[in-house]
């Protein structure tokens, strides 16, 4: 494997949110679909390395994560985009983009062309001396995107990125995330529209666990008319085998 | 980058200014003489705390809510660093319009005054109270989760840090910064410094949920310990002066033998204002006293002061200067003659004249009466006679001095064993 959780046991307190999970991020893109509260978001923490795992491994780029030092280092391999990122909003886009790239070390000499890059990559070139915080929710969600991949990142984790966006946003949005910015991608979501239009794959996360992990075109199979009745059904329903 | 965008710019663009209208107008007494100029520019300090640590915590309350440090917990790079930087801004936005203020007067004070600069131990106490407000204003920035609140807490905690603080206001030639305090000022201010750069990150930058309430709580402890420390060491640390010896080299001005004046060198800037005074000193006390050859500042010749003249200048002119230089007449004359009075009326009735006598000669060599600024410490003393006096002509003030004077020299002494 060389990205992807390991028999992964996550929890805060004395709660399990994630028991078992395993799964591999092959490359393309990933949605990760699933109720609310069902471990999305501690499940992409922990994937990135914020949160240590109770048991279990985290692996990057074919070598497990045990120590502080290997999440360091796994971190250069990983771009993350939380549900509300930070930023500040008297920094312009590129601003923005550079304080990501220094945060993510990106080695000072390759900082200014890999910010450039990035910031072609969302389509913001023309919008980079723009504010943060007078950019539109759509446009902010790129600027976010460009922090995420600056450095060229192996893994992308986007988590609900189009939560709060218009639909003609929400349309663009998908359209950079099909244009495949990091080589492996992997969203989350509760919007199976948002699965249907730029996943490849699909994994489905109830109760901490995985039901499904596949590819789109297997999710609803011959028993489902959409995919948003085989998802219902895997979500209310009884557990269904994993298809790998 | 962040130092460009800060929203403490905002701080800093009034701040800046002020502080340099502050020391610039008002008052010329430090130009020339750099210990004065050195506690001048570092005076406006205790006003400037109050805004700084509001407008550090308001841009820290803020900047926590960005959520950009919690951001950091998935960067290569440490939160720790992370917060180094913002705390390095918030120092540089802190201590910046003071240096400009100090470049000011570094430069206005360049030609007058004699070789040497600003005297670090003057200006270094000011740095350490910013940094010490900075810090903790950061701090509590981070700890607040209203806005108001973080700006009213960071104002209050500096106003307490910088009022307590006792920073020197006035550098009189014969006394110096005392090191002791200087550096338990600045260990305060590390200690701040520390607190500023752990506390934040334990707070909101080592894991994405906010942080406990046990947490918060030891924060919350570890700032007001901060404030603690710096209170502490203000106050535990002696004096912020202690004497300083006498040069072995005065600045002397004037005729050799006749209105002479000696100063610190630190004061010779003075010169050019006291030798006028001093030749104006003799000519209205002949006929009355014995003249002065020489006029000595204060530390120079004696340690009583008796003899000897202050130049005090910060908003009352030459008054006090002239009443050193009266007291110089009057003490030589009078000093060898003095005794325990023989009653309480006696003694009484030799107060009052030497008071009169002092207050007629001080106005005659300041050239006027007491400034209206000029305030008596422990209520003004009953000059009546004296101002009677200055309203005669000078052949019947004269004849006046040298009454009160004899009376003075006349007082009855009580037998003594």
């Known amino acids: ?244 | 980058m962040g130092l460009r965008r800060s929203p403490l710019v905002w701080w800093l663009l009034p701040a800046t200014p002020l502080w340099v209208w502050m020391t610039m107008s008002h008052q010329s007494s430090w130009r020339g003489v750099w210990p004065s100029a050195s506690t001048w520019v570092a005076s406006p300090v205790t006003y400037a705390a109050i805004l700084l640590g509001g407008a550090v915590a308001w841009v820290s309350s803020r900047r926590s809510k960005t959520g950009i440090l919690q951001d950091a917990t998935v960067a290569r790079r440490s939160p720790f660093a992370v917060n180094a930087v913002d705390v390095t801004i918030v120092l540089i936005y802190a201590v910046l319009p003071f240096l400009i203020a100090v470049v000011a007067v570094s430069l206005r004070n360049v030609g007058p005054a004699p070789d040497g600069w600003l005297w670090p131990g003057y200006l270094v106490p000011a740095v350490a109270v910013l940094a010490t407000c900075a810090a903790t204003s950061h701090v509590l920035g981070y700890l607040t989760s209203s806005t108001l609140l973080a700006v009213l807490s960071g104002a209050g905690a500096s106003l307490i840090i910088a009022f307590y603080t006792a920073m020197p206001i006035a550098a009189p030639p014969e006394l110096r910064p005392a090191w002791e305090h200087v550096g338990a000022l600045c260990a305060a201010a590390a200690f701040s410094l520390a607190v500023a750069l752990v506390v934040p990150v334990f707070v909101v930058g080592r894991r994405p949920e906010p942080a406990s309430g046990r947490t918060r709580a030891l924060a919350l402890g570890a700032t007001a310990l901060a404030v603690l420390v710096a209170l502490v060491a203000a106050s535990s640390s002696g004096p912020s002066q202690v004497t300083r010896p006498a040069p072995t080299h005065l600045a002397c001005a004037g005729v050799e033998g006749e209105s002479r004046v000696c100063t610190w060198p630190d004061h010779a800037a003075y010169l050019d204002e006291l030798v006028p005074l001093a030749r104006r000193a003799n000519q209205v006390a002949a006929g009355v006293f014995p003249p002065e050859s020489t006029f000595y500042e204060f530390g120079l010749e004696d340690n009583t002061g008796a003899k000897s003249f202050k130049v005090l200048a910060q908003g009352h002119g030459l008054w006090f200067t002239a009443g050193g230089m009266a007291d110089t007449f009057i003490n030589r004359v009078t000093l060898r003659h003095f005794c325990t009075a023989a009653s309480e009326s006696d003694d009484a009735k030799r107060t009052r004249d030497i008071t009169n006598l002092e207050y007629w000669l001080q106005s005659r060599i300041y050239g006027g009466n007491q400034p209206g600024d000029v305030v008596d410490v422990g209520g003004s003393p009953d000059t009546s006679e004296a101002r009677a006096a200055l309203r005669r002509s000078g052949e019947e003030q004269r004849v006046w001095g040298e009454a009160t004077l004899s009376g003075i020299n006349s007082t009855p002494c009580a037998d003594t064993p």
């Open chain 1, 1 to 244: 494997m060389d990205f992807g959780l390991e028999e992964l046991v996550q929890g805060y307190g004395r709660k399990r949110v994630l028991d078992g999970v395993t799964m591999e991020l092959a490359e393309g893109v990933t949605g990760l679909l699933g109720p609310n509260g069902a471990g999305k978001t501690t499940l992409m923490r922990t994937l990135a390395t914020q949160l240590p795992p109770r048991a279990g491994h985290v692996v990057i780029g074919g070598r497990t994560v045990k120590r502080r030092r290997d999440a360091l280092e796994a971190r250069g391999r990983i771009g993350y985009l939380s549900q509300s990122f930070g930023y500040d909003p008297r920094f312009s886009v590129r601003e923005h983009v550079e304080y990501l790239a220094w945060l993510r070390e990106v080695p000072s000499n390759l900082r200014r062309a890999l910010v450039s890059e990035a910031v072609a990559r969302v389509g913001l070139e023309r919008d980079e001396t723009t504010r943060m915080g007078a950019l539109s929710g759509g446009m902010r969600q790129r600027a976010g995107i460009a922090g995420a991949i600056v450095g060229t990142p192996a893994l992308l984790i986007l988590d609900e990125p189009t939560v709060g966006l218009d639909p003609e946003q929400r349309a663009s949005f998908r359209d950079l995330v099909r244009s495949r910015p990091a080589p492996r991608i992997l969203l989350s979501t509760h919007l199976i529209e948002d699965v249907q239009a730029m996943a490849e794959r699909v994994v489905v996360l109830t109760e901490g666990q995985i039901r499904y992990d596949g590819t789109l075109a297997a999710f609803a199979g011959s028993r489902y008319p959409t995919i948003e009745a085989a998802y219902l059904s895997m979500v209310s329903g009884p557990v269904e085998e994993v298809t790998l």
